[in-house]
């Protein structure tokens, strides 16, 4: 029913026009002028470039459904359990994080840091009590200590503002080390020499461009004594003020003064190096340059999701399925499964030729392929069913399956009578 304009006047609201006179900038917490809760990489690697490759791993990996679902007896998926830990999972993981932004988080991190922890942070009971509880909030935490039943950890507590340092049971807490550990995160690893390498290029370019002429003046006289030390002091001053107060730089010297500059090129082999671990790098990752560029092609994607995306998914689920789902949940069917869009890559020219195999061969209906590319869904009941739209069912051998139906079930109940007449 719709309201009259009396109560829309009544009820309505703007963001501007009905503002609460009693709060204030301190009432609401502390403010800052970048993200609190952002992730923040660790060890200078913001400053190389390897954070190409991160970034591009964590929106591969974050792109892929997971869900709170169950199972049936053969440990198949057969529906989507609508509880407080699939919303986390799917829709909204905290008041900051969407899901697929809190999955970016998490991935990100452990590709950092090497490990990371995913701790439910608002719970419908104690999970230090029981185990039958179910997660509202959760949230990413850096590992600061490692005890034998217990870890320390830095979690944003959104309720004051700012990172605190907590100490919880590893039974609660989702602990995910990064499959590729030893190729990213170990001190003499592949992606730790290039990112030192990286570094020290970056220091050569910072001197090279840092303005210095690096001359050599030969002076027409032996300095050996302090009083020649101070005339050579002296001579070098001068000629450091010819240049910087004059206009285009030049300075004079004397006919029986000689100068050489020393900032010429010098070759070494840092960039052969650095090529070189790059290229080794991308073939223990499983990444090619054409998959950061977005050239692939399919076989290659494919290679690229089941060596590098899929460990890395299974071992979030993994561990999620081990913490958060407790043994009786597990025996009755519940779980936690992931699921990539294999469509997302396939071009639209090859569309109709799938939608046709899948359709024929009753694996997908009309609709779920009108939802893959798109369109809404039809009302007609048989865009539900999976069935060959191709062969026509015939009217005639429906009808005489009814009548033999009918036939047998009047055998059934009249078998005495049929057997005294016989």
Same mark, same amino acid.
């Not at 609508?82 to 993981?93: D, F, I, K, M, W």
């Not at 850096?142 to 959104?158: A, D, K």
């Not at 569309?351 to 809404?376: C, L, W």
């Given at each position: 029913?719709? =309201?009259? $304009?009396?109560?829309?006047?009544?009820?309505?609201?703007?963001?501007?026009?009905?503002?609460?006179?009693?709060?204030?900038?301190?009432?609401?917490?502390? #403010?800052?002028?970048?993200?609190?809760? @952002?992730? @923040?990489?660790?060890?200078? !690697? +913001?400053?190389?470039?390897?954070?190409?490759? %991160?970034?591009?791993?964590?929106?591969?990996?974050?792109?892929?459904?997971?869900?709170?679902?169950? =199972?049936?007896?053969?440990?198949?998926?057969?529906?989507?359990? +609508?509880?407080? =830990?699939?919303?986390?999972?799917?829709?909204?993981?905290?008041?900051?994080?969407?899901?697929?932004?809190?999955?970016?988080?998490?991935?990100?991190?452990?590709?950092?840091?090497?490990?990371?922890?995913?701790?439910?942070?608002?719970?419908?009971?104690?999970?230090?009590?029981?185990? &039958?509880?179910?997660?509202?909030?959760? @949230?990413?935490?850096?590992?600061?200590?490692?005890?034998?039943?217990?870890?320390?950890?830095?979690? %944003?507590?959104?309720?004051?503002?700012?990172?605190?340092?907590?100490?919880?049971?590893?039974?609660?807490?989702?602990?995910? +080390? !990064?499959?590729? %550990?030893?190729?990213?995160?170990?001190?003499?690893?592949?992606?730790?020499?290039?990112? @030192?390498?990286?570094?020290?290029?970056?220091?050569?370019?910072?001197?090279?461009?840092? #303005?210095?002429?690096?001359?050599?003046?030969?002076?027409?006289?032996?300095?050996?004594?302090?009083?020649?030390?101070?005339?050579?002091?002296?001579?070098?001053?001068?000629?450091?003020?010819?240049?910087?107060?004059?206009?285009?730089?030049?300075? %004079?010297?004397?006919?029986?003064?000689?100068?050489?500059?020393?900032?010429?090129?010098?070759?070494?082999?840092?960039?052969?190096?650095?090529?070189?671990?790059? &290229?080794? =790098?991308?073939?223990?990752? #499983?990444?090619?340059?054409?998959?950061?560029?977005?050239?692939?092609?399919?076989?290659?994607?494919?290679?690229?999701?089941?060596?590098?995306?899929?460990?890395? $998914?299974?071992?979030?689920?993994?561990?999620?399925?081990?913490?958060?789902?407790?043994?009786?949940?597990?025996?009755?069917?519940? &779980?936690?499964?992931?699921?990539?869009?294999?469509?997302?890559?396939?071009?639209?020219?090859?569309?109709?030729? $799938?939608?046709?195999?899948?359709?024929? !061969?009753?694996?997908?209906?009309?609709?779920?392929?009108?939802?893959?590319?798109?369109?809404?869904?039809?009302?007609?009941?048989?865009?539900?069913?999976?069935? !060959?739209?191709?062969?026509?069912?015939?009217?005639? +051998?429906?009808?005489?399956?009814?009548?033999?139906?009918?036939?047998?079930?009047?055998?059934?109940?009249?078998?005495?009578?049929?057997?005294?007449?016989?």
């Amino acid at each position: 029913m719709s =309201l009259s $304009i009396g109560s829309r006047l009544q009820h309505a609201w703007n963001a501007f026009r009905n503002k609460d006179p009693s709060i204030y900038y301190n009432d609401i917490g502390p #403010g800052y002028g970048y993200r609190p809760d @952002r992730v @923040r990489f660790s060890r200078g !690697n +913001e400053r190389s470039i390897v954070t190409s490759v %991160y970034n591009r791993i964590t929106l591969d990996a974050s792109a892929i459904n997971i869900y709170h679902a169950r =199972l049936d007896d053969n440990n198949r998926f057969t529906e989507i359990i +609508e509880s407080g =830990l699939n919303t986390c999972l799917t829709l909204e993981a905290n008041i900051d994080q969407t899901a697929r932004a809190f999955f970016q988080d998490a991935v990100m991190s452990m590709l950092d840091e090497g490990c990371v922890a995913l701790v439910p942070v608002d719970t419908t009971f104690d999970p230090k009590v029981t185990g &039958s509880y179910d997660i509202q909030s959760m @949230r990413t935490a850096q590992i600061l200590e490692w005890y034998p039943e217990h870890v320390r950890l830095r979690l %944003y507590n959104e309720r004051i503002g700012r990172k605190e340092d907590i100490t919880l049971p590893k039974s609660m807490v989702a602990i995910i +080390e !990064n499959p590729l %550990y030893s190729v990213m995160n170990e001190p003499n690893s592949t992606m730790q020499r290039l990112i @030192r390498k990286l570094n020290l290029l970056d220091v050569i370019d910072e001197q090279s461009g840092s #303005g210095k002429l690096d001359l050599i003046i030969q002076l027409p006289y032996v300095i050996k004594t302090d009083a020649r030390r101070r005339q050579a002091e002296d001579r070098r001053k001068e000629i450091e003020n010819q240049l910087t107060g004059s206009k285009y730089g030049i300075a %004079y010297t004397d006919g029986t003064e000689r100068i050489t500059q020393l900032n010429r090129a010098v070759d070494n082999n840092l960039m052969s190096q650095i090529e070189y671990l790059t &290229s080794m =790098l991308y073939s223990q990752l #499983g990444i090619t340059q054409s998959i950061l560029d977005g050239t692939a092609d399919d076989k290659t994607m494919l290679n690229y999701y089941n060596r590098t995306i899929e460990p890395i $998914i299974s071992a979030i689920v993994d561990e999620m399925k081990r913490k958060f789902l407790t043994k009786t949940a597990r025996s009755q069917k519940q &779980s936690i499964l992931f699921f990539r869009d294999p469509f997302k890559l396939v071009p639209v020219a090859d569309i109709s030729e $799938i939608a046709d195999k899948f359709t024929r !061969n009753e694996i997908m209906t009309s609709n779920e392929i009108r939802q893959i590319v798109g369109m809404k869904p039809s009302d007609d009941p048989k865009a539900d069913e999976l069935r !060959n739209s191709n062969i026509s069912e015939p009217s005639g +051998e429906s009808e005489e399956t009814n009548a033999s139906v009918e036939v047998a079930n009047f055998i059934e109940k009249n078998k005495e009578e049929i057997q005294n007449e016989v």
